[in-house]
């Protein structure tokens, strides 16, 4: 019987395999740093592992996922994978139907009374266009000086009356592009298919990082955004009193011609729908009584509110 001989891989190969394995290592690690930073949602990386079992997030065993999980440690570890009939060897992308349905409802139900129960320091107003954000907004910057307002950039130009750095940041695309680069937004978005808007992210950090809290004021993409990287947010949706009086409004303050208006009427009918996914919903029937309602929810949810941002 000829004598076999056993192929061992190029040198060049086995460096290869070794620079990629260390790069998947890597790569996990700043997934699970994310986690636990609240810089992505548990739930998002439990879809792209279930999207690409083969992927970052596919390949992560289902221990250094839990573990990453805020107030998750080694001693609650085991019972939670008792309970979701998941081997501590099994990675998540190579769960069973089963066991993803149990680990995806187990994170949604953690997740969302995280929501409801953590003493929030990040209030997040939206609403829809023409709604008054920016109206109470300013009420709030002028009669509540102890409540911190982080100060958005925008591509779009002044409208009267508005100061530079205390209404927004007016920034050009390419300094818009730059601040993207280099991850320096919480979030970002583009609206009515025109000007993009963002928060910077350093502020918002550093206010949190002192225990103060803080109110942003940005439209619904941007909210979505803020949910998703930092799920212990409490979102405030402004609705009008009635459509007629956001139509009202939107003709009313003539910075837009006729067909800027319709588009941007188009857009409210979409944004009103997703009110839903607000925590708290107030009226903006006057200005004062907004504000106050924004304050009180401040106030209310643990704020420690100082200075603007």
């Given at each position: 019987?000829?004598?076999?001989?056993?192929?061992?891989?190029?040198?060049?190969?086995?460096?290869?395999?070794?620079?990629?394995?260390?790069?998947?290592?890597?790569?996990?690690?700043?997934?699970?740093?994310?986690?636990?930073?609240?810089?992505?949602?548990?739930?998002?990386?439990?879809?792209?592992?279930?999207?690409?079992?083969?992927?970052?997030?596919?390949?992560?065993?289902?221990?250094?996922?839990?573990?990453?999980?805020?107030?998750?440690?080694?001693?609650?570890?085991?019972?939670?994978?008792?309970?979701?009939?998941?081997?501590?060897?099994?990675?998540?992308?190579?769960?069973?139907?089963?066991?993803?349905?149990?680990?995806?409802?187990?994170?949604?139900?953690?997740?969302?009374?995280?929501?409801?129960?953590?003493?929030?320091?990040?209030?997040?107003?939206?609403?829809?266009?023409?709604?008054?954000?920016?109206?109470?907004?300013?009420?709030?910057?002028?009669?509540?000086?102890?409540?911190?307002?982080?100060?958005?950039?925008?591509?779009?130009?002044?409208?009267?009356?508005?100061?530079?750095?205390?209404?927004?940041?007016?920034?050009?695309?390419?300094?818009?592009?730059?601040?993207?680069?280099?991850?320096?937004?919480?979030?970002?978005?583009?609206?009515?298919?025109?000007?993009?808007?963002?928060?910077?992210?350093?502020?918002?950090?550093?206010?949190?990082?002192?225990?103060?809290?803080?109110?942003?004021?940005?439209?619904?993409?941007?909210?979505?955004?803020?949910?998703?990287?930092?799920?212990?947010?409490?979102?405030?949706?402004?609705?009008?009193?009635?459509?007629?009086?956001?139509?009202?409004?939107?003709?009313?303050?003539?910075?837009?011609?006729?067909?800027?208006?319709?588009?941007?009427?188009?857009?409210?009918?979409?944004?009103?729908?997703?009110?839903?996914?607000?925590?708290?919903?107030?009226?903006?029937?006057?200005?004062?009584?907004?504000?106050?309602?924004?304050?009180?929810?401040?106030?209310?949810r643990g704020a420690r509110p100082r200075r603007a941002v």
């Open positions: 019987m000829p004598e076999q001989t056993v192929r061992t891989p190029p040198e060049v190969d086995r460096v290869a395999a070794s620079r990629a394995a260390v790069e998947a290592r890597r790569a996990r690690a700043e997934l699970k740093n994310r986690v636990s930073s609240g810089a992505i949602s548990a739930l998002t990386v439990l879809d792209d592992a279930f999207a690409d079992p083969d992927g970052v997030a596919g390949r992560m065993r289902a221990t250094d996922f839990l573990l990453s999980v805020p107030a998750i440690g080694r001693t609650k570890l085991t019972r939670i994978l008792e309970d979701l009939k998941i081997s501590p060897a099994k990675r998540l992308g190579g769960l069973g139907p089963n066991q993803r349905t149990r680990l995806h409802d187990f994170i949604a139900d953690r997740e969302s009374k995280n929501r409801q129960h953590k003493r929030s320091r990040l209030i997040v107003l939206a609403g829809p266009t023409a709604v008054g954000k920016g109206t109470v907004a300013s009420y709030i910057r002028e009669n509540y000086p102890d409540v911190l307002l982080s100060v958005s950039a925008t591509t779009r130009k002044p409208r009267p009356g508005e100061v530079e750095g205390v209404n927004y940041f007016f920034v050009d695309d390419a300094e818009f592009d730059r601040l993207i680069e280099n991850n320096e937004l919480l979030e970002h978005a583009t609206v009515h298919n025109a000007s993009r808007y963002g928060t910077p992210r350093g502020p918002i950090d550093e206010a949190l990082a002192r225990g103060d809290s803080v109110l942003l004021e940005i439209d619904i993409q941007g909210a979505r955004q803020v949910r998703a990287a930092m799920p212990e947010a409490t979102l405030v949706f402004l609705l009008p009193p009635s459509w007629d009086e956001l139509v009202r409004r939107l003709v009313g303050r003539g910075t837009e011609d006729a067909e800027e208006r319709e588009r941007r009427l188009e857009t409210a009918r979409h944004e009103l729908a997703a009110q839903d996914e607000f925590d708290y919903r107030v009226v903006n029937g006057t200005v004062a009584d907004a504000a106050q309602e924004v304050v009180d929810l401040i106030k209310t």
